[in-house]
């Protein structure tokens, strides 16, 4: 599994690597830029809003809606991902930090309109999935909206068809989201999920206490 040094060590050639996986229609990074394409146009359909990216890497995704007039909040556990996007986007409040435990303090008093994150909750197991998604609906607006879009499936079937054709790049360390086998943890969350690729899908989520 990797650690922030791994990530500081990647994050200079992240970039290229992915594309090179998407253009490949490879696992992991097969639909990459379709699931990012998709976010970027659903968050849009607002014409300004507050986004706090999770995982955000190099800034990718998180750049165009900065150049759009989004308010950017990011964490990434890797310091060397956040000096790069720090260099997209001057303005945005980036926080190297290690989401998996919770967010830090500084995000405590702030509401968001979207809430996103990008191959990056597949280092949490289903329970802390669940746990982490529950705490971040209390960091919404009363229409705010997460969205994931990740290495995703909508059944164990789908995930197995997929580890079979990806063979030894398979990466038995990560706990990718099967929607089948995660839609009924949730109480008072509503859910629902698109599938992008045969190795990709997004999770839409709502907290239900809160939509008008």
Same mark, same amino acid.
């Given at each position: 599994?990797?650690?922030?040094?791994?990530?500081?060590?990647?994050?200079?050639?992240?970039?290229?690597?992915?594309?090179?996986?998407?253009?490949?229609?490879?696992?992991?990074?097969?639909?990459?830029?379709?699931?990012?394409?998709?976010?970027?146009?659903?968050?849009? #359909?607002?014409?300004?809003?507050?986004?706090?990216?999770?995982?955000?890497?190099?800034?990718?995704?998180?750049?165009?809606?900065?150049?759009?007039?989004?308010?950017?909040?990011?964490?990434?556990?890797?310091?060397?991902?956040? #000096?790069?996007?720090? #260099?997209?986007?001057?303005?945005?409040?980036?926080?190297?930090?290690?989401?998996?435990? %919770?967010?830090?303090?500084?995000?405590?008093?702030?509401?968001?309109?979207?809430?996103?994150?990008?191959?990056?909750?597949?280092?949490?197991?289903?329970?802390?999935?669940?746990?982490?998604?529950?705490?971040?609906?209390?960091?919404?607006?009363?229409?705010?909206?997460?969205?994931?879009?990740?290495?995703?499936? %909508?059944?164990?079937?789908?995930?197995?068809?997929?580890?079979?054709?990806?063979?030894?790049?398979?990466?038995?360390?990560?706990?990718?989201?099967?929607?089948?086998?995660?839609?009924?943890?949730?109480?008072?969350?509503?859910?629902?999920?698109?599938?992008?690729?045969?190795?990709?899908?997004?999770?839409?989520?709502?907290?239900?206490?809160?939509?008008?």
């Amino acid at each position: 599994m990797f650690d922030n040094k791994d990530f500081d060590l990647w994050a200079d050639g992240y970039d290229k690597s992915v594309n090179l996986s998407d253009d490949n229609n490879e696992y992991p990074f097969a639909g990459y830029k379709d699931i990012l394409n998709i976010i970027y146009n659903k968050i849009r #359909e607002k014409d300004k809003g507050t986004i706090l990216d999770i995982g955000i890497g190099t800034g990718t995704l998180a750049n165009k809606l900065y150049r759009d007039g989004y308010s950017i909040y990011g964490i990434d556990f890797s310091e060397r991902m956040i #000096e790069i996007a720090k #260099e997209k986007m001057p303005y945005a409040q980036l926080y190297q930090y290690d989401f998996s435990k %919770e967010l830090p303090s500084e995000l405590d008093n702030i509401k968001f309109d979207y809430i996103i994150s990008t191959y990056a909750l597949h280092h949490l197991n289903d329970k802390e999935k669940v746990e982490f998604i529950n705490n971040l609906t209390g960091y919404l607006n009363d229409d705010g909206e997460i969205i994931i879009g990740d290495i995703a499936f %909508e059944t164990r079937e789908k995930l197995e068809e997929c580890r079979l054709k990806a063979g030894e790049l398979w990466d038995d360390e990560e706990y990718y989201i099967v929607y089948d086998e995660i839609k009924d943890k949730f109480q008072t969350v509503n859910i629902s999920f698109i599938p992008i690729h045969h190795c990709a899908g997004i999770l839409y989520l709502q907290d239900n206490r809160r939509l008008r």
